[in-house]
């Protein structure tokens, strides 16, 4: 329901596997053939050596630090924040508005919390529900002009029809747009939890 | 009692509503993306410190950024190679991991079910837990059963939903009118995926031990 980017996450997680997956192969490479390893280590002090030489031609008037330092440290924390924007992008998108309309007496917004409380009330004497919550998310293909979506999670009893809890909360879900005057994409949620697990059970099916 | 008629949702609305649905059957690797990236962040953030250090003639942490360029250049021959290999090894096992997370759909144990009033045109996506739909499908077989609710137990996978019955001692259970119930209440749910039923008592392994061994 939330915005993570689901695409960026498996796209970075990929090329980063792939990076292990490469460096894993010159390791085991450079621990089982001796030439390989000798090759190593005639190419790495090669290129050690010449960026030694760049790293002394670029030197910052009046100092020991090159150019090229301050240039890696940049990239460096580049990369960094990038990274935090990375983390930061997760679970993102939740929102308390449901509903937004514009018109020439001015604007109307109406917040999550009326729908919740309003579905709460309605599934409060429902024996197959043990708890109700209501959040809404920004959506793709959502209304409005944040294009909102709701997404609706019960807790069934343990051995809770399934279908017939759907269908109570289709009802809401027809009278929340009646409500609203619009159609938003709604996601319903049936789960189980630890009240499940130790409230009693119905006896009469 | 479903007698609300799911007035047509239009088509952009229906998208919205399937593309939910799939979202939330499906893993975000969101937790080992945020894992992954915290892992990277500290060693950028330790290099920066290093880097800051040695060019303000402080002492390594660790180890200076040129110790550490000049210890990657010669680690092929400086290590022995059992560890070089074992390195490697270890690498490759999170490499391939990552790659996995990437690749694999990451299914969630849930289920989507058809909108309850019949219609093709779904107005919300139900997703429902394979463990409500498992306590479900106990409470029918332990009504056809007429057995207690401990003496059932159920488990519902990607494909194929397990019941067992183990009725008290000398009793008998009906496997085949249990599993025909169990049937034609998971054939209501109208899954997006439709699962097998499977009923089994412990007569039925009893047997078929007995025709191993004859």
Redesign the interface.
């Known amino acids: 329901m939330n915005g993570t980017r689901r695409g960026l996450n498996r796209t970075l997680l990929a090329l980063l596997g792939l990076l292990l997956i490469a460096a894993a192969g010159l390791g085991i490479l450079a621990g089982t053939s001796r030439g390989f390893a000798l090759s190593w280590t005639e190419a790495g002090m090669d290129v050690w050596a010449r960026i030694q030489e760049r790293l002394g031609a670029a030197r910052i008037p009046g100092t020991e630090i090159s150019w090229w330092t301050v240039a890696v440290f940049s990239l460096l924390l580049f990369a960094t924040v990038l990274l935090v924007c990375w983390i930061a992008s997760q679970g993102t998108g939740r929102s308390n508005q449901v509903a937004q309309m514009q018109s020439e007496a001015g604007d109307t917004t109406v917040d999550t919390a009326v729908v919740s409380q309003a579905v709460k009330a309605a599934l409060a004497q429902n024996t197959h529900v043990l708890s109700t919550s209501l959040q809404s998310w920004k959506t793709k293909g959502g209304s409005g002009i944040t294009g909102t979506g709701l997404k609706l999670s019960v807790q069934a009893r343990k051995g809770a029809s399934p279908v017939e809890l759907a269908n109570d909360v289709e009802h809401l879900v027809t009278e929340i747009d009646a409500l609203l005057g619009t159609q938003i994409p709604v996601l319903v949620r049936i789960t189980s939890g630890t009240r499940s697990k130790f409230a009693r059970s119905e006896r009469v099916a | ?2 007698n ?1 008629p ?2 047509k ?2 088509a ?2 229906q ?3 399937r ?3 799939l ?2 059957t ?1 893993s ?3 937790a ?3 894992v ?3 892992v ?2 500290a060693v ?2 330790w ?2 410190v290093e ?2 250090l040695s ?1 303000t ?1 402080n002492a390594a942490l660790l180890m200076s ?1 040129a110790e550490l ?2 210890r ?7 290590t022995i ?12 096992v ?10 694999v759909p990451g299914r969630k144990a849930r289920h989507i ?1 058809g ?3 019949g219609t093709s045109n779904p ?7 394979s ?3 498992a ?2 499908v ?3 077989a332990r ?1 056809v059963a007429k057995i207690a ?1 401990e003496q059932v137990s159920s488990s519902v996978g990607r494909k194929r939903i397990d019941v067992v019955l183990q009725p008290g001692s000398g009793l008998a259970a009906d496997a085949d009118s249990v599993k025909e119930a169990v049937e034609r ?1 998971v054939a ?2 109208g899954l997006r995926r439709p699962l097998a039923v499977t009923v089994s008592t412990p007569q039925t392994k009893a047997s078929l031990h007995q025709a191993v061994g004859a």
């Open positions: 009692m479903s609300a799911a007035s949702a239009p952009k609305l998208r919205a509503v593309r939910l649905g979202r939330e499906h975000s690797r969101a080992l993306s945020i992954t990236a915290a990277l962040v950028l953030v290099l920066m880097m800051v060019a003639g950024p360029a000049r990657t250049a010669t680690v092929a021959t400086e190679p059992g560890a070089l290999v074992a390195a490697g090894t270890v690498l490759a999170l490499g391939i991991a990552l790659l996995a997370a990437a690749v079910m909108n309850p009033g107005r919300s996506a139900v997703v429902v837990d463990e409500v739909l306590a479900a106990s409470r029918i009504t609710p209440e209501g749910y």
